[in-house]
C-alpha cells in the first residue's frame, strides 16, 4: 500500500517477506536476520521513518508496515512497485546496460509515473554504488557504476516478491516527524537516520538539507516520546559520542565493525534478554551493554567506543 503524491493507496494484506531490490548505499539488509532474532514473532506494525530501501519493513514479516522518505522518486517506485512491476521491468529490458545509455536515461524527463520507476531503477541499478544525489537544481548527477549491475532476470524475480510485500506496505512521501506522530503502543520502530562514519563528512542529508546535531536531538526526544506510548524502538547510529549521549541508559544489541574498528552499532530501550545469538554477516551481537555517560566530560561506555 502506497501514498503518493499522486493516486489512491493500495490495500491488501500479506505475511510474504523479500529483500528489496534496489542497491540501497547505507542499507540495512544485514542487520535484518539479527533483528529477526530478538523481535517478537507476531508485530502488529513496522514503522520506518528513514525508510530507503526498505529492508526492515521488507524483510520482517508483519501484519503492516508503514514508511516514510522524503526523496519522491523513491516513494514513486514502490508506488508503481505495487501494480505495475512488470511493466517497469520491461521498460529496462529495452534499455542497454552501457554509459551512453545511462547518461540518456540520467537526462530523461519521463511523462508517466511508470516511466519514471523505470528511470529510477535503471539509474539506481547502474550508477555508481546505488547513490541518489542531486545537485543543487535537484538534478540527479551520480555517475555511471559500470556494466553488469542491472541483472534483469534476479531483478525481475525481485520485483515480483515485492509486488507481493507492498499488499502490507505503506510508504508515504513525508517527513520523518508526521510518521512518529503517528506511532501507537505495539508498534515497532526502526530508525536509521542520516549521518556519517568515522572519516566521513559527520551528517548526511536528509531530502535537500543536512541532517545536523539538533534534527538528532529531535529525533531522541521523538524516540524518547514513542518508547513512553509503548512502542518498541530500535535505532542504528554510529560510534559518535555527540550522538550516542542522546540515548544514555539504551542497550547495545548490536555492532557492525569495519576490520577491528567498532563502527556502527544498534540500540534498543530495554534488554532483550537474548545473549546467546548469532552473527549475522558484518553485525554481531556484544554483550549487551547499556550507554552510560558518567559526566558531561567523559567518554561514553560500551563495546569499545
Not at 76 to 98: M, P, W
Not at 113 to 135: K, P, Q, W
Request: glycine residues 12%.
Amino acid at each position: 500500500m502506497v501514498h503518493g503524491s499522486q493516486g489512491a493507496p493500495v490495500v491488501g494484506q500479506s505475511s510474504a517477506t523479500c529483500v528489496t531490490p534496489l542497491r540501497w548505499a547505507g542499507g540495512k539488509r544485514k542487520l535484518v536476520p539479527l533483528l529477526k532474532q530478538f523481535l517478537p514473532t507476531h508485530i502488529p506494525r513496522i514503522v520506518e521513518p528513514f525508510f530507503g530501501g526498505g529492508s526492515v519493513s521488507f524483510g520482517i514479516a508483519a501484519t503492516s508496515s508503514m514508511g516514510a522518505d522524503t526523496n519522491g522518486e523513491l516513494v514513486n517506485f514502490f508506488g508503481q512497485s505495487a501494480t505495475h512491476g512488470q511493466d517497469i521491468v520491461a521498460i529496462l529490458r529495452s534499455l542497454h546496460d552501457d554509459r551512453d545509455t545511462y547518461l540518456q536515461v540520467r537526462d530523461w524527463s519521463p511523462p508517466t509515473d511508470v516511466e519514471r520507476a523505470a528511470r529510477f531503477a535503471f539509474l539506481n541499478r547502474t550508477g555508481y554504488f546505488g547513490l541518489y544525489r542531486t545537485n543543487q537544481k535537484g538534478r540527479y548527477n551520480v555517475p555511471y557504476g559500470g556494466g553488469g549491475r542491472l541483472n534483469l532476470d534476479t531483478f525481475a524475480k525481485g520485483m515480483g516478491e515485492l509486488e507481493e510485500v507492498m499488499r502490507r506496505v505503506s510508504v508515504e512521501h513525508v517527513d520523518y516527524l508526521d510518521l512518529m506522530a503517528r506511532v501507537t503502543g505495539g508498534d515497532v520502530v526502526f530508525l536509521d537516520p542520516p549521518y556519517g562514519a568515522s572519516g566521513d563528512y559527520p551528517f548526511r542529508r536528509y531530502g535537500s538539507l543536512l541532517f545536523s546535531p539538533s534534527d538528532h536531538r529531535r529525533l531522541a526526544a521523538e524516540a524518547e516520546r514513542c518508547r513512553r506510548l509503548g512502542a518498541k524502538i530500535y535505532i542504528t547510529l554510529p560510534t559518535d559520542p555527540s550522538l550516542l549521549r542522546l540515548y544514555q541508559g539504551w542497550t547495545v544489541v548490536g555492532e557492525r565493525r569495519r576490520g577491528n574498528q567498532l563502527v556502527e552499532v544498534c540500540l534498543t530501550h530495554e534488554p532483550t534478554g537474548c545473549r546467546d545469538m548469532v552473527s549475522s554477516g558484518q553485525w554481531r551481537v556484544p554483550a549487551q551493554v547499556k550507554i552510560v555517560d558518567e559526566s558531561e566530560d567523559a567518554p561514553l561506555t560500551g563495546t569499545d567506543f
